[in-house]
């Protein structure tokens, strides 16, 4: 089984800092997608970013980006220019490429001060 | 932009009465699932449904469990009889493909009193 491990509980950043996310994950499966979901106080949960296993290149959107290091099997987040809409709980999530459902991380809580 | 909705926002029910859960998922979306979050803890997977069938379940998804698509836009979870444990924040998600990007809906805060 999948587990997806995220060691920081919470972080706070100054406002228009830079803060990076640690996210670490275990599978045996090759082929797979990591997603980083962000959880504002309103409890809606909403996609910042996605990354396929195959694929070196880092995802980016916007002031979002990862840096994902296959062989260690670590998949951080690193948000720039941070605003204060960004406060929020910020989960990592997995799924195997013969998988349907998500496996997520316990969640990092995020407070952006300005 | 499209969007997952739910109803209702919040649910109240007594211990041993039986809920319904609606989402209405993304209109070009195939593929459907059920997620709950226990206050302060992690998003659980219940399960997923394709094809107008359970494509894969959880332990958590017992018998008192259901899904059903009834019409060409509805998504619904029954839970037959609910008990205390199953107070929690219930969210819907759909995604295009099977390992696409998932989208969720507001969720149902479910209270069993």
């Known amino acids: 089984a999948q587990t997806v491990t995220q060691s920081q509980p919470e972080m706070s950043v100054q406002e228009a800092e830079t803060v990076t996310l640690s996210c670490t994950y275990d599978?045996?499966?090759?082929?797979?997608?990591l997603f980083w979901y962000k959880q504002p106080p309103s409890r809606q949960m909403i996609l910042v970013i996605r990354?396929?296993?195959?694929?070196?290149q880092n995802a980016t959107e916007n002031r979002f980006s990862v840096n994902f290091q296959k062989a260690a099997k670590s998949f951080s987040l690193k948000i720039s220019d941070s605003q204060l809409g960004d406060t929020a709980m910020y989960f990592c999530?997995?799924?195997?490429?013969?998988?349907?459902?998500?496996?997520f991380g316990k969640g990092t809580k995020l407070s952006v001060i300005p | 932009e499209p969007e997952v909705t739910q109803t209702p926002s919040h649910q109240v029910t007594q211990m041993g009465q039986e809920v319904i859960l609606r989402c209405v998922p993304i209109?070009?979306?195939?593929?459907f699932y059920w997620y709950r979050q226990i206050l302060g803890q992690k998003v659980e997977f219940l399960v997923s449904?394709?094809?107008?069938?359970?494509?894969?379940k959880s332990e958590i998804f017992d018998d008192q469990f259901s899904v059903e698509r009834p019409d060409g836009s509805n998504f619904t979870l029954k839970i037959r009889s609910t008990k205390l444990e199953d107070s929690a924040m219930y969210f819907c998600?759909?995604?295009?493909?099977?390992?696409?990007?998932?989208?969720f809906g507001p969720g149902t805060r479910l209270t069993v009193t």
């Open positions: 209109s070009n979306h195939l593929y």
């Open positions: 998600a759909s995604s295009e493909a099977r390992q696409g990007e998932q989208y």
């Open positions: 990354q396929e296993a195959y694929k070196q």
């Open positions: 999530a997995f799924i195997g490429a013969g998988s349907y459902q998500l496996t």
């Open positions: 449904f394709y094809n107008n069938e359970i494509s894969e």
């Open positions: 599978t045996s499966e090759s082929n797979y997608y």
